[in-house]
């Protein structure tokens, strides 16, 4: 496809506004507003607060009548005035529900939805010239909002449509006495007009009409407000998402909804009954009186160029920065995977007072009701349907909701933590940054298939999955990130030329012993057979931070670690242990994996999760697991795939390769918070931290 040209002058971008002034609480309250502007500092008030000369721009909320002032006032100071909206790709919810805006527009000539009089959109589509690299990013950005279905807004569950040879048209309503409707050249009952367009275009279609979202809420009313029936009519008053339902249809008819767009975006025909921003430039089929202003013809591609990269702006959620679209989408649509995997009412079983505080987050979405309950009786007096889960921590097996499971046909998920887990243990209630929802068993269980194990024997991994995979792996080596990352010296060996043999404890009744070694489940007797097996090798024993704490069981004697034993590392920092060590050996301990992260050799004497895909020497081979997995396979399924990450800054479900820097910037602020030896009085002070959130939540 050639690029657009023009003899249109080029566009210059909107930037440097200087110290800007704002008049509207609202606006004020937005986050990250500064770095949405580009702005040297926000000035609130500047009329009444900090006077003109403080102030290079004004800014208002679009064309609302609220902006008199504002306008007014920046005209007699003789400063620039700024109409700011939101961007096409907004927020998971709608903008009342209090999500804030990861997108806005920012226009000193019009606004987007004012047809009435020019606007910075307006003139960067008319003036269009784009390079294929242009061009081709924006092929990309339209193929990944269809994939990842990111619109606007992204709260909407997909929409399926039963099979049928009839044709379907799809008529789009709008919130009565919207700015985009009154400017955007809208004739008298216009929507009276377009569905009787649609029906009578479509003699054979079958009309679906779709409310507004703000409608479907119950914000605010929409024009189509009888239901009488009327033959070949459907009305679709659910909220769903824009692209399941375009997927479904052949015919688009708007007044001035963005859906419009998404529709060109989709290649469907679009006819348009008021003039939005992408009506008369040669793409729609136009009912209304477009401005002669729109005499070039544009692609698809060129329209969304102008729209979505040159003219909206971008923020990213995590670091409060400028970033590019594909960031937002990407953001975006983990929100709407995460909603997709949870929803329906998830009764949380037993769940002790301080997970309580942060288990929600995990769960929690648009589609989800987390409810905690004390046992299987609490769950069924608050009612059952078939959107039901139950939710247990890790394995515990409880008789009582094994049997209301199996009366009910209700399955039940196991949580646990992820790899990635904090800066400090869990047993001393630090909060973690990762949890995996398992709904086949838990990834620690060899006995049966976990999720986990169905992802690494089943999974096609693309490309793209390894690529990260690989970057993601040595992220964290680089930056020795761990699942505690707890210790508070280095490694300080002399090994006298020697190999080191690493031997990592566990505690000895935890469940990954108890499920997953058919053998040995002592750690003296896992140091005896590393002695065993390497008889010259400097071994060193590193007990389990949770035992070292005093928190669990698993202590090995002193005359044992002698033996057995040239050094005993009990309080260093895993990632300085593996730095030394040449191979690792171990029961099922995590730290296998992260050994295998660095490429050292790994000799399991259980069947944790990594081990039986051809990377490990396994003592007790797996007779399911046959596959023979690469690295970057394997770290594509544990870290990217199988667990899910809670931003610290956000709590918003977010990516291994954001947790693993939030990881390090919070082990690296605060060096001695991840000792293993927590004190006392710390301890207390998250708990009591983590009883207050959890509280809400009690059963």
Same mark, same amino acid.
């Given at each position: 496809?050639?690029?657009?040209?023009?003899?249109?002058?080029?566009?210059?971008?909107?930037?440097?506004?200087?110290?800007?002034?704002?008049?509207?609480?609202?606006?004020?309250?937005?986050?990250? $507003?500064?770095?949405?502007?580009?702005?040297?500092?926000?000035?609130?008030?500047?009329?009444?607060?900090?006077?003109?000369?403080?102030?290079?721009?004004?800014?208002?909320?679009?064309?609302?009548?609220?902006?008199?002032?504002?306008?007014?006032?920046?005209?007699? @100071?003789?400063?620039?005035?700024?109409?700011?909206?939101?961007?096409?790709?907004?927020?998971?919810?709608?903008?009342?529900?209090?999500?804030?805006? /990861?997108?806005?527009?920012?226009?000193?000539?019009?606004?987007?939805?004012? &047809?009435?009089?020019?606007?910075? /959109?307006?003139?960067?589509?008319?003036?269009?010239?784009? #390079?294929?690299?242009?061009?081709?990013?924006?092929?990309?950005?339209?193929?990944?909002?269809?994939?990842?279905?990111?619109?606007?807004?992204?709260?909407?569950?997909?929409?399926?449509?039963?099979?049928?040879?009839?044709?379907?048209?799809?008529?789009?309503?709008?919130?009565?006495?919207?700015?985009?409707?009154?400017?955007?050249?809208?004739?008298?009952?216009?929507?009276?007009?377009?569905?009787?367009?649609?029906?009578?275009?479509?003699?054979?279609?079958?009309?679906?009409?779709?409310?507004?979202?703000?409608?479907?809420?119950?914000?605010?009313?929409? @024009?189509? *407000?009888?239901?009488? #029936?009327? #033959?070949?009519?459907?009305?679709?008053?659910?909220?769903? #998402?824009?692209?399941?339902?375009?997927?479904?249809? !052949?015919?688009?008819?708007?007044?001035?909804?963005?859906?419009?767009?998404?529709?060109?975006?989709?290649?469907? =025909?679009?006819?348009?009954?008021?003039?939005?921003?992408? &009506?008369?430039?040669?793409?729609?089929?136009?009912?209304?009186?477009?401005?002669?202003?729109?005499?070039?013809?544009?692609?698809?591609?060129?329209?969304?160029?102008?729209?979505?990269?040159?003219?909206?702006?971008?923020?990213?959620?995590?670091? +409060?920065?400028?970033?590019?679209?594909?960031?937002?989408?990407?953001?975006?649509?983990?929100?709407?995977?995460?909603?997709?995997?949870?929803?329906?009412?998830?009764?949380?079983?037993?769940?002790?007072?301080?997970?309580?505080?942060?288990?929600?987050?995990?769960?929690?979405?648009?589609?989800?009701? %987390?409810?905690?309950?004390?046992?299987?009786?609490?769950?069924?007096?608050?009612?059952?349907?078939?959107?039901?889960?139950?939710?247990?921590?890790?394995?515990?097996?409880?008789?009582?909701?094994?049997?209301?499971?199996?009366?009910?046909?209700?399955?039940?998920?196991?949580?646990?933590?992820?790899?990635?887990?904090?800066?400090?243990? +869990?047993?001393?209630?630090?909060?973690?940054?990762?949890?995996?929802?398992?709904?086949?068993?838990?990834?620690?269980? =060899?006995?049966?298939?976990?999720?986990?194990?169905?992802?690494?024997?089943?999974?096609?991994?693309?490309?793209?999955?390894?690529?990260?995979?690989?970057?993601?792996?040595?992220?964290?080596?680089? @930056? +020795?990130?761990?699942?505690?990352?707890?210790?508070?010296?280095?490694? !300080?060996?002399?090994?006298?030329?020697?190999? %080191?043999?690493?031997?990592?404890? *566990?505690?000895?009744?935890?469940?990954?012993?108890?499920?997953?070694?058919?053998?040995?489940?002592?750690?003296?007797?896992?140091?005896?057979?590393?002695?065993?097996?390497?008889?010259?090798?400097?071994?060193?024993?590193?007990?389990?931070?949770?035992?070292?704490?005093?928190?669990?069981?698993?202590?090995?004697?002193?005359?044992?670690?002698?033996?057995?034993?040239?050094?005993?590392?009990?309080?260093?920092?895993?990632?300085?242990? $593996?730095?030394?060590?040449?191979?690792?050996?171990?029961?099922?301990?995590?730290?296998?994996?992260?050994?295998?992260?660095?490429?050292?050799?790994?000799?399991?004497?259980?069947?944790?999760?990594?081990?039986?895909?051809?990377?490990?020497?396994?003592?007790?081979?797996?007779?399911?697991?046959?596959?023979?997995?690469?690295?970057?396979? $394997?770290?594509?399924?544990?870290?990217?795939?199988?667990?899910?990450?809670?931003?610290?800054?956000? *709590?918003?479900?977010?990516?291994?390769?954001?947790?693993?820097?939030?990881?390090?910037?919070?082990?690296? &602020?605060?060096?001695?918070?991840?000792?293993?030896?927590?004190?006392?009085?710390?301890?207390?002070?998250?708990?009591?931290?983590?009883?207050?959130?959890?509280?809400?939540?009690?059963?």
């Amino acid at each position: 496809m050639s690029a657009a040209r023009s003899d249109e002058p080029a566009v210059a971008p909107l930037e440097g506004l200087g110290a800007v002034g704002v008049f509207s609480p609202g606006i004020l309250r937005i986050p990250h $507003l500064a770095a949405f502007l580009g702005a040297d500092r926000i000035v609130f008030r500047p009329d009444v607060n900090r006077g003109s000369s403080r102030v290079d721009t004004v800014v208002g909320w679009g064309r609302k009548d609220n902006t008199r002032r504002p306008r007014a006032w920046a005209a007699r @100071h003789g400063l620039r005035y700024v109409m700011l909206e939101d961007g096409f790709v907004r927020s998971v919810g709608l903008g009342r529900d209090g999500d804030p805006p /990861l997108s806005m527009v920012a226009d000193d000539v019009g606004i987007h939805y004012d &047809a009435t009089a020019p606007c910075r /959109l307006e003139r960067l589509i008319a003036s269009a010239s784009l #390079d294929e690299t242009t061009l081709a990013r924006a092929r990309a950005c339209i193929e990944l909002l269809r994939t990842h279905r990111v619109s606007k807004y992204n709260d909407a569950p997909p929409r399926a449509f039963e099979a049928s040879e009839r044709k379907r048209v799809l008529v789009v309503d709008q919130t009565a006495g919207d700015l985009s409707l009154r400017l955007g050249m809208l004739a008298p009952d216009a929507f009276g007009g377009m569905l009787q367009a649609a029906l009578s275009e479509h003699p054979d279609a079958e009309v679906v009409v779709k409310t507004h979202p703000d409608v479907v809420a119950g914000h605010r009313e929409g @024009h189509f *407000q009888s239901r009488a #029936d009327r #033959d070949r009519v459907r009305w679709l008053t659910d909220r769903v #998402d824009p692209y399941s339902l375009l997927d479904h249809v !052949d015919h688009v008819y708007v007044a001035t909804s963005l859906m419009g767009f998404e529709a060109l975006m989709a290649d469907k =025909p679009v006819t348009c009954f008021g003039v939005p921003f992408y &009506a008369g430039w040669g793409l729609t089929d136009d009912r209304a009186r477009v401005p002669t202003r729109r005499r070039a013809r544009r692609t698809v591609e060129a329209l969304f160029a102008a729209a979505y990269l040159a003219y909206t702006r971008y923020v990213d959620p995590e670091t +409060g920065e400028r970033c590019e679209l594909e960031r937002t989408v990407e953001h975006l649509a983990l929100q709407r995977e995460m909603a997709e995997a949870t929803t329906g009412t998830i009764y949380c079983v037993g769940f002790s007072a301080w997970k309580r505080g942060f288990v929600p987050s995990f769960l929690k979405t648009p589609a989800s009701r %987390v409810v905690f309950v004390r046992d299987a009786r609490s769950a069924e007096r608050r009612g059952l349907d078939g959107d039901t889960r139950f939710l247990v921590w890790g394995m515990r097996d409880r008789a009582d909701l094994r049997s209301l499971s199996a009366r009910r046909g209700i399955p039940i998920w196991r949580l646990e933590d992820g790899f990635l887990r904090s800066v400090g243990l +869990g047993s001393d209630l630090h909060t973690p940054a990762s949890l995996v929802v398992d709904r086949a068993g838990i990834y620690y269980d =060899p006995t049966r298939p976990s999720g986990l194990e169905q992802i690494l024997s089943t999974r096609d991994f693309t490309t793209a999955e390894l690529a990260r995979a690989a970057r993601l792996r040595e992220t964290i080596v680089t @930056h +020795g990130i761990s699942k505690y990352n707890v210790g508070a010296s280095n490694v !300080d060996l002399q090994p006298d030329g020697r190999d %080191v043999v690493l031997v990592i404890g *566990q505690v000895e009744d935890d469940a990954s012993v108890e499920l997953g070694c058919p053998g040995i489940r002592r750690n003296a007797d896992l140091l005896a057979e590393a002695r065993a097996r390497r008889p010259h090798g400097f071994v060193v024993y590193k007990p389990h931070p949770d035992v070292v704490s005093g928190n669990r069981r698993g202590a090995v004697s002193v005359a044992d670690a002698r033996r057995w034993a040239d050094r005993v590392v009990d309080d260093a920092p895993l990632p300085a242990c $593996l730095a030394v060590a040449t191979e690792v050996h171990t029961l099922t301990s995590l730290v296998g994996f992260e050994a295998l992260l660095r490429g050292l050799p790994v000799f399991v004497y259980g069947q944790p999760f990594y081990a039986g895909w051809g990377l490990t020497d396994d003592r007790y081979p797996h007779p399911r697991r046959t596959r023979r997995l690469t690295l970057d396979e $394997l770290v594509a399924g544990a870290l990217i795939l199988y667990p899910r990450y809670v931003s610290r800054r956000t *709590q918003t479900f977010t990516s291994p390769e954001v947790v693993v820097e939030q990881l390090r910037q919070e082990r690296n &602020a605060r060096p001695g918070f991840g000792a293993i030896r927590a004190s006392w009085a710390g301890r207390q002070a998250r708990k009591l931290a983590n009883l207050v959130r959890g509280a809400r939540h009690a059963p």
